[in-house]
């Protein structure tokens, strides 16, 4: 057995030991960093535990125990010396940024890493820890209620596992991207993480998470104000945004543009008697608003230009092109290029995407307007396509 399985776990419950370890997790340049929350039935993810790791000390931090002050945890994650190492860390890091108030910068994410050293395209940490460490995670406690009090030592030595694993994979990850000079193929990636706009859950920029299916100001003002109602009450009550009012419902609203309670009442998506509920009337009355006054709730939102047809056998041949240079290189596709960017490539000369730009254009922007051109050529082969100069 190993230091993971064995190691000793240090269990953070009061405020003046949470100061003394982080005093000795200060030493080094990262923190390895995983949470345990809740979201099920909330707006707001509810912490139950905190993991952190430096190189060779480790804690649990619990942050509903009585009394407890996070600020000395929070000071250090804040530290723009030490790099934050999370696995998908996009839910981890909305906690932290609304803990400590701003994104905890700078980060690595081992699943993107992951996929700039071969591994896949988001893998799962299970997977990524069997196929770097070749170690296995048990997996018995993921789906453990981690608000219950007392935790278990099953449940403390798995939590445990998740940053004691997670170091390791971040010194050979960085040092394999290091050593390929590829660490800068993922900076991209992890400042679109960092981005504050992620996290801000204004209810005025609630719509933008809506599909977006006409453009007419009556029917923008009515899903944009709606929108911005559901995420308010969402947030007062602390509920998820589905159990207010789902996409649906906020989308025939849109259409149907219900003035009255009885309207309202015959939308098919809306649940039945939530009109006459004690947020009926705060609904209605946000569809009012929006159709009072349609130029002053509409986004400004551009219609998007007519694509014409679909670009055909030029945007299969990309695709093609696209994963045999992924694999030559040993980099996950969708870190190069997405479905969208391919289309666009397609459709267009010199089209404004990240695949035209930067170490992308070198591994397959290039090759891919020599393909256009007629200037490269793919050809079956019996170790797959290859890439033939015209």
Request: one cysteine or more.
């Amino acid at each position: 057995m190993n230091d993971d399985e064995t190691g000793e776990i240090r269990l953070i419950t009061d405020t003046q030991a949470l100061v003394a370890a982080c005093e000795r997790l200060s030493d080094g340049d990262f923190l390895a960093v995983d949470t345990e929350f809740h979201r099920e039935t909330t707006y707001w993810p509810q912490v139950c535990l905190i993991q952190v790791a430096n190189a060779d000390y480790d804690v649990l931090v619990d942050p509903l125990a009585n009394g407890l002050d996070l600020s000395p945890l929070l000071k250090l994650l804040a530290d723009t010396s030490k790099v934050k190492v999370f696995h998908a860390a996009r839910q981890d890091l909305e906690i932290f940024t609304r803990l400590i108030g701003h994104t905890p910068a700078p980060i690595f994410d081992t699943q993107i890493a992951a996929m700039a050293c071969g591994l896949g395209d988001s893998i799962s940490y299970e997977n990524l820890v069997s196929r770097v460490l070749k170690g296995t995670v048990d997996k018995s406690s993921q789906f453990t209620d981690w608000a219950r009090r007392p935790l278990s030592e099953k449940q403390l030595r798995y939590a445990r596992g998740d940053v004691v694993y997670l170091r390791k994979i971040y010194r050979i990850l960085s040092d394999k991207l290091a050593k390929q000079n590829r660490t800068d193929w993922i900076a991209d990636e992890h400042d679109a993480l960092l981005d504050p706009e992620i996290y801000a859950f204004d209810p005025e920029t609630a719509w933008k998470r809506q599909k977006i299916r006409k453009y007419k100001s009556d029917y923008l003002a009515v899903l944009a104000n709606v929108s911005a109602w559901r995420e308010r009450v969402a947030q007062e009550t602390d509920k998820p945004r589905g159990r207010i009012l789902k996409d649906d419902a906020i989308q025939e609203i849109a259409q149907q543009k219900p003035r009255t309670a009885d309207a309202l009442e015959r939308m098919r998506a809306v649940p039945n008697g939530f009109a006459k509920s004690r947020h009926g009337q705060g609904l209605i009355h946000a569809i009012n608003q929006a159709l009072d006054d349609p130029d002053k709730y509409a986004p400004d939102v551009e219609r998007p230009e007519s694509a014409g047809p679909p670009p055909g056998a030029v945007g299969e041949l990309l695709k093609v092109l696209l994963k045999q240079v992924s694999d030559d290189a040993g980099v996950a596709t969708r870190l190069i290029a997405n479905a969208a960017d391919l289309e666009k490539l397609a459709r267009e000369d010199n089209p404004d995407i990240a695949a035209l730009k930067g170490w992308r254009r070198e591994v397959f922007g290039e090759m891919a307007l020599r393909l256009k051109s007629g200037k490269v050529a793919l050809a079956a082969s019996p170790k797959g396509v290859k890439i033939v100069e015209v």
